[in-house]
Structure formats: C-alpha cells, structure tokens
C-alpha cells in the first residue's frame, strides 16, 4: 500500500501468545504507519477491543493526533462496536480478506522485526522480562535506515536525527542556535526534502517488491458465474486439525470486488450467505454439481 504523507494510513495487529511477564503482560499491540513506518508497540494483559481502543486513544491519537484510516485484520477486536466508535472521529477503518495476512504486509514484517529484536535482547533465564525490554527494542528500531524510505523512522517522522546514549562518548554535531521561527522553517524544508525523497524511494520500492510477487503467484481470470473452490484453513469444532480438508467446495462467484476480491456463495445452499474471499485462497472447481431441485440453485446476478 502506498501512501504520501504521515498518518494516512496505520496499520493495527496483536502479537501473542507470549511468556507471561513479571508485570503479568501476555501481548504487544502493535501501531505501524504506512509512510514513515513509525512503530508504537504498547504491552496489554489481554487482547480484546477495550485494551486495544484504550491503547490506539492513549497511544497513538494524544501523542500523534488522529489518523486518515486504520488497517487491520478481520478480528473481531478490531471489528466491534466498540471500535467503531472510535473511527467515528473521521477516520476510516478498512480491513484485509479473511485469512488473508499478506493484506495487511507491512505489519507482518514488523512483526517478525520486533520478535526478532526481542529475541536478540532477552537470554533464555529472562523470558519474562520481554516487556521491560520492549521500549529500548524500540528505540534501536528508531534509529534504524527502513530501506523502503533510505531514511531513519525517526528522522522521517520528526526531521532530525535520533540522539542515543552512545552520543553522549561520541557526539554529532551540535546544531546552531536559531530563533524558534528561523528553527520551524529550516525544519519544514528539511522535513519536505525527506518526504519527497522518501515517497520516490518508496514508490520504486512498491514496483521491486510486485515484480518479485507476481513471479511467484499464478492468477486465475474468474468470472461471475464461475465455480471456485474455497481455502478455508479453521477445522470445525470438536473435529481434528488433521484430518480437516481445507479446501471447501463447492461456491459460485457472484461477483467481483476488486481485481483480487471476490463475493462468493454456496453453490449448493441458495440460502447461505455470501462473504468475500482473496483469489490466493480460491481454485477452479472441476467437479459437477449434485443433482438438486430448482429451489435449492444458486441465484447468481443478472447481466
């Protein structure tokens, strides 16, 4: 997803299970912006909807003020009334397809950095120290080059250079001393310069990272009408995982959404509901149809 400017766009996700700290904390919520990708990980006890509203108010909207639109996956912690709430300050709140987290990628990555970060900080007899440890993962994170933008998140984010303990035994450049007006100018044009170089940087970033993708995936052209095939990886409840066949069959294309969404439906019960579905998590159904009364065919949409 590509996006111009600071808080146009952040994407939302829970990591956990993990080892119950001392101070009880079992999950990191995580808040990532789409253009700069600053990242704000906060500890929760649990992961339901008011912790994670709590968080976002508290977190993200007083430090940062409000955003454009919020990304998530469909769970239902970020689904709920209560979440809708708060989008209702004019923000927008969209989501990945079900089952579907390479929507939502730029977190996904995140958070396997982190974890990986948290691993290099915390020794196998101080597993339950993760979340005394996660500020200073962030601050290391901070002051890395993401090589999307070739910018620091903290000088893309505030237009200076993040100032670390190491500095105090080898110091930068001390800049010099200005009137707060001649500071707030120099600093919007230093601030513009990183944002137009970065917006390039991540434009040929977007078509490097697509070119590698569609090497690897192969896109069949569904049409309304057609028979697909459904992935559909949760077993039911009291049955094996083992033994459960992922792939359902079979479901009508009713229609389609975006280039990559489709609304599918049973084909076999005309009264199921719809619901939609990514093209990675559908094949073509070479079966035929049981014979059935003309009650119980699919209603597809009209020419």
Not at 28 to 56: G, P, V
Request: net charge neutral; proline share 7%; with cysteine.
């Amino acid at each position: 997803m590509i996006t111009g400017f600071p808080g146009e766009r952040v994407g939302l996700d829970i990591i956990g299970l993990l080892p119950i700290s001392v101070r009880e904390h079992e999950y990191i919520f995580l808040m990532i912006d789409y253009f700069t990708k600053w990242t704000e990980a906060i500890t929760l006890l649990r992961q339901d909807t008011a912790s994670a509203a709590n968080a976002i108010n508290r977190t993200w909207i007083s430090h940062w003020g409000s955003t454009l639109s919020f990304h998530s996956d469909c769970g239902s912690k970020f689904e709920s009334q209560l979440m809708q709430e708060v989008c209702e300050l004019y923000v927008r709140k969209t989501h990945t397809t079900p089952y579907n987290p390479e929507g939502n990628g730029l977190v996904e990555r995140t958070e396997r950095t982190i974890h990986n970060i948290l691993l290099a900080f915390n020794k196998d007899e101080h597993q339950h120290d993760w979340d005394f440890q996660l500020p200073f993962c962030l601050l290391a994170y901070h002051g890395t080059t993401h090589t999307s933008t070739g910018f620091t998140f903290h000088y893309l984010w505030t237009g200076r250079d993040l100032r670390l303990p190491v500095d105090l035994r080898y110091p930068l450049q001390s800049p010099e001393q200005t009137k707060p007006q001649t500071f707030v100018f120099k600093l919007r044009e230093v601030i513009r310069s990183a944002h137009n170089a970065a917006r390039v940087t991540l434009g040929n970033a977007s078509i490097h990272q697509k070119q590698h993708f569609d090497r690897h995936i192969a896109c069949t052209a569904f049409q309304i009408g057609d028979l697909v095939m459904h992935y559909y990886p949760i077993p039911p409840r009291a049955t094996s995982a083992k033994l459960h066949r992922p792939w359902r069959e079979p479901f009508a294309l009713l229609d389609v959404l975006a280039p990559t969404s489709f609304l599918l439906r049973d084909a076999i019960h005309a009264e199921s509901p719809s619901f939609t579905a990514h093209f990675s998590k559908l094949k073509p159904y070479r079966g035929c149809l049981p014979v059935c009364t003309v009650d119980s065919l699919p209603i597809l949409p009209a020419d």
